[in-house]
């Protein structure tokens, strides 16, 4: 929801009766805070509070000149949630599920929604919960909730479908636009560091004040995307509401795995990852370079340029270290991750400059010619599968899984740039699979601006193969192109097909994939009755669905013929069962939620 960034509509402040009304919404919506609580999160009387409107009609309540603390997705307070800041200020604002490592929480930061599998279960076994009930998330031995966000199934649901699937819908999490829009501060004064304890005196000797330039962010993104290697030790000698550490803005993820938490005493360090923590500052200084050079080898790829040093760093640099390994960027010589990127940009192996608007460095150009990139041998390791859980079905169904995926055929606008790297005209590619074409021809002509590495230049063949017939008669042709904007770009001159398989049954059809259509009306005599149409595009047969939800809905139902579309069915089910048909074409079919559309016409 907050993935990119949005301007605000409008900003006022509250009135009086309103920011009553506010409170009262807060403690429906977050039944387990006390009074004291809500005090901590909405202030009575002594500061003013404000609502910031965004085009998308949601509305975010914060502290006039500090935090948002409240956001309101609908716009009506049937779906307000608490930000991450105020889960901050009130860690048991909200019941949590703690993830099962530091790994997961790269996704959640990420921005995708939690699965089961990702959750680790307590002994006594998860708590009862209801579908559409707010939870936050949380990382292990951390008490600072990274995300908040609402259940997608019950706790009954999903023990039937074996904890399978998407447990929670993220609406917000640590580091999105919203939690930027504060500028990434936490704190208001200097107090709420005195129940902290840092590990490293260095660290700790570096404790900045509130508005400082270091980052105030770094202590707690370190411990979501690390968690196993811990991040901050709260101390519960001096309150009982646990505060961030926050320290550090020039450079993010200059230490994504170097602060920890302390771990329970009776837990012993095994005796190879503390033997890579005695790793002297030289030691260090070489394993950096090594992981920079396997990363460079191995993930990193042109067209992705450029990349920003946090990005570079936790998504790239951290996964090439050795197993058990420590990498801490203080401990080196250069301390910080900006200032190590800028030496190597020194030495010619890579590009890199500070973005002045985002205070951080990019990753502009890889210079694959340079001596250490090519005297480097990269160690092929071999990579954990990746459980997938995307349209999976429930267990106990006996329906197949469903697999869902657009695909792009050359057109006569792409099949030179395809035939100029040898790619096949005939075969059908992935989005991804297209880019890497085009990002192929750019590399093989060198294309690359050698002022701006962000952008392309265009060449005869490019700029016809993107531009020829799109542009107006008259108008000049672009002569450059940004690489953000180029895959899109390519691809819209492509030929979209859709490819559904299920089980053994594959079908490649041309166009864009069509969406299943629910609507409930009523008809004489006042009933209900539900329409559903658009089957045929996920291979479902309509005479069996009908005599399913038969049995499932004690109810009559019918197919029929659509009027002037050959061979495509609709079900007319008996009542208005619009949401529960959802919900079981989703279950027992695997149909992804984007795919389906629901229109009642019947609410007023």
């Given at each position: 929801m907050?993935?990119?960034?949005?301007?605000?509509?409008?900003?006022q402040?509250?009135?009086?009766?309103?920011?009553?009304?506010?409170?009262?919404?807060?403690?429906?919506?977050?039944?387990q805070?006390?009074?004291?609580?809500?005090?901590?999160i909405?202030?009575?009387?002594?500061?003013?509070v404000?609502?910031a409107?965004?085009?998308?009609?949601?509305?975010?309540?914060?502290?006039?000149?500090?935090?948002?603390m409240?956001?309101?997705?609908?716009?009506?307070?049937?779906?307000?949630?608490?930000?991450?800041?105020a889960?901050?200020?009130?860690p048991?604002?909200l019941p949590a599920f703690?993830l099962?490592?530091?790994e997961v929480?790269?996704?959640?930061?990420?921005?995708?929604?939690l699965?089961?599998?990702?959750?680790?279960?307590?002994?006594?076994?998860?708590?009862?919960?209801q579908a559409?009930?707010?939870?936050?998330v949380?990382v292990p031995?951390?008490?600072?909730?990274i995300?908040?966000?609402?259940?997608?199934?019950?706790?009954?649901?999903?023990?039937k479908?074996?904890?399978r699937?998407k447990?929670?819908r993220?609406?917000?999490?640590?580091?999105?636009s919203?939690?930027?829009s504060?500028?990434?501060?936490y704190?208001?004064?200097?107090?709420?560091?005195?129940d902290?304890?840092?590990?490293?005196?260095n660290?700790?000797?570096?404790?900045?004040?509130?508005?400082?330039?270091?980052?105030?962010a770094?202590?707690?993104?370190?411990?979501t995307?690390?968690?196993?290697?811990?991040?901050?030790?709260?101390?519960?000698?001096h309150?009982a509401?646990?505060?961030?550490?926050?320290?550090?803005?020039?450079?993010?993820?200059a230490?994504?795995?170097?602060?920890?938490?302390?771990?329970?005493?009776a837990?012993?360090?095994?005796?190879?990852?503390r033997?890579?923590?005695?790793?002297?500052?030289?030691?260090?200084d070489?394993?950096?370079?090594?992981?920079?050079?396997?990363?460079?080898?191995m993930?990193?790829?042109?067209k992705?340029?450029?990349?920003?040093?946090s990005?570079?760093?936790?998504?790239?640099?951290?996964?090439?270290?050795?197993?058990?390994?420590?990498?801490?960027?203080?401990?080196?010589?250069?301390?910080?991750?900006?200032?190590?990127?800028?030496?190597?940009?020194?030495?010619?192996?890579?590009?890199a400059?500070?973005?002045k608007?985002?205070k951080?460095?990019m990753?502009?150009?890889?210079?694959?010619?340079?001596?250490?990139?090519?005297?480097?041998k990269?160690?092929k390791?071999?990579q954990?599968?990746?459980?997938?859980?995307?349209?999976?079905?429930?267990?106990?169904?006996?329906?197949?899984?469903l697999?869902?995926?657009?695909?792009?055929?050359?057109?006569?606008?792409v099949?030179?740039?395809?035939?100029?790297?040898?790619?096949?005209?005939?075969?059908?590619?992935?989005a991804s699979?297209?880019?890497d074409?085009?990002?192929?021809?750019i590399?093989?002509?060198?294309?690359?601006?050698?002022?701006?590495k962000?952008?392309?230049?265009?060449?005869?063949?490019?700029c016809?193969?993107?531009?020829?017939?799109?542009?107006?008669k008259?108008?000049?042709?672009?002569?450059?192109?940004?690489k953000r904007?180029?895959?899109s770009?390519?691809l819209?001159?492509?030929?979209?097909?859709h490819?559904?398989?299920?089980?053994?049954?594959v079908?490649?059809?041309?166009?864009a994939i069509?969406?299943?259509?629910?609507?409930?009306?009523?008809?004489?005599g006042?009933?209900?009755?539900?329409?559903?149409?658009?089957?045929?595009?996920?291979?479902?047969?309509?005479?069996?669905?009908?005599?399913?939800?038969?049995?499932?809905?004690?109810?009559?139902?019918?197919?029929?013929?659509?009027?002037?579309?050959?061979?495509?069915?609709?079900v007319l089910?008996?009542?208005?069962?619009?949401?529960?048909l959802?919900?079981?074409?989703?279950?027992?079919y695997?149909?992804?939620?984007?795919?389906?559309?629901?229109?009642?016409?019947?609410?007023?």
């Amino acid at each position: 929801m907050f993935k990119k960034h949005v301007d605000v509509k409008a900003l006022q402040r509250l009135s009086g009766a309103d920011k009553k009304k506010l409170r009262r919404t807060a403690k429906e919506r977050f039944p387990q805070a006390s009074d004291a609580d809500l005090d901590a999160i909405l202030p009575p009387k002594v500061v003013e509070v404000t609502v910031a409107k965004y085009p998308n009609r949601v509305l975010v309540y914060g502290i006039e000149g500090e935090f948002p603390m409240l956001f309101d997705v609908d716009g009506r307070g049937h779906e307000l949630f608490p930000t991450v800041y105020a889960l901050w200020k009130v860690p048991d604002l909200l019941p949590a599920f703690t993830l099962k490592g530091g790994e997961v929480s790269r996704f959640i930061l990420g921005g995708a929604d939690l699965m089961f599998p990702g959750i680790s279960i307590p002994p006594e076994g998860l708590p009862s919960f209801q579908a559409g009930q707010l939870w936050s998330v949380k990382v292990p031995g951390n008490p600072a909730p990274i995300a908040v966000g609402a259940t997608t199934m019950s706790s009954n649901e999903a023990f039937k479908a074996g904890l399978r699937g998407k447990a929670l819908r993220i609406t917000h999490y640590f580091k999105d636009s919203l939690w930027d829009s504060a500028d990434g501060r936490y704190v208001p004064n200097e107090g709420f560091y005195d129940d902290i304890v840092v590990e490293d005196p260095n660290y700790a000797s570096q404790s900045q004040p509130f508005g400082s330039s270091e980052d105030p962010a770094e202590g707690i993104h370190d411990s979501t995307i690390e968690g196993e290697e811990a991040a901050v030790d709260v101390s519960e000698s001096h309150t009982a509401d646990p505060a961030i550490h926050v320290e550090a803005v020039e450079d993010l993820t200059a230490g994504v795995s170097e602060v920890k938490l302390h771990e329970d005493k009776a837990t012993e360090e095994p005796t190879e990852e503390r033997e890579h923590q005695n790793l002297s500052t030289e030691e260090i200084d070489s394993l950096l370079d090594k992981c920079l050079l396997q990363a460079l080898h191995m993930s990193v790829k042109d067209k992705d340029l450029p990349i920003p040093g946090s990005t570079l760093w936790s998504n790239h640099i951290l996964p090439c270290r050795p197993p058990g390994v420590t990498l801490d960027i203080k401990k080196s010589s250069h301390k910080k991750l900006s200032k190590w990127l800028q030496s190597k940009s020194s030495t010619g192996l890579i590009s890199a400059k500070e973005d002045k608007y985002k205070k951080e460095v990019m990753l502009l150009g890889i210079n694959r010619g340079h001596p250490d990139y090519m005297a480097f041998k990269p160690e092929k390791r071999v990579q954990e599968p990746v459980e997938r859980h995307d349209n999976v079905v429930a267990e106990g169904s006996s329906t197949k899984q469903l697999e869902v995926a657009e695909i792009y055929k050359p057109s006569s606008h792409v099949n030179p740039i395809f035939m100029a790297v040898g790619a096949d005209t005939s075969k059908y590619y992935s989005a991804s699979e297209a880019s890497d074409v085009v990002f192929r021809y750019i590399e093989k002509e060198n294309l690359v601006k050698p002022t701006d590495k962000a952008k392309v230049m265009l060449d005869a063949a490019l700029c016809d193969t993107l531009y020829k017939g799109a542009i107006k008669k008259g108008s000049a042709y672009p002569t450059e192109i940004h690489k953000r904007d180029l895959g899109s770009t390519f691809l819209n001159r492509m030929q979209v097909h859709h490819r559904v398989a299920r089980g053994n049954e594959v079908v490649i059809r041309k166009g864009a994939i069509q969406t299943i259509q629910i609507m409930t009306e009523r008809r004489q005599g006042n009933k209900k009755m539900t329409r559903l149409s658009g089957l045929e595009c996920f291979l479902m047969d309509a005479d069996s669905l009908a005599s399913e939800l038969q049995k499932k809905f004690a109810c009559s139902t019918t197919t029929a013929e659509l009027p002037g579309k050959k061979g495509q069915h609709e079900v007319l089910v008996q009542g208005g069962v619009i949401d529960d048909l959802a919900k079981h074409l989703v279950d027992h079919y695997g149909v992804p939620k984007r795919f389906i559309e629901v229109l009642d016409k019947t609410k007023r």
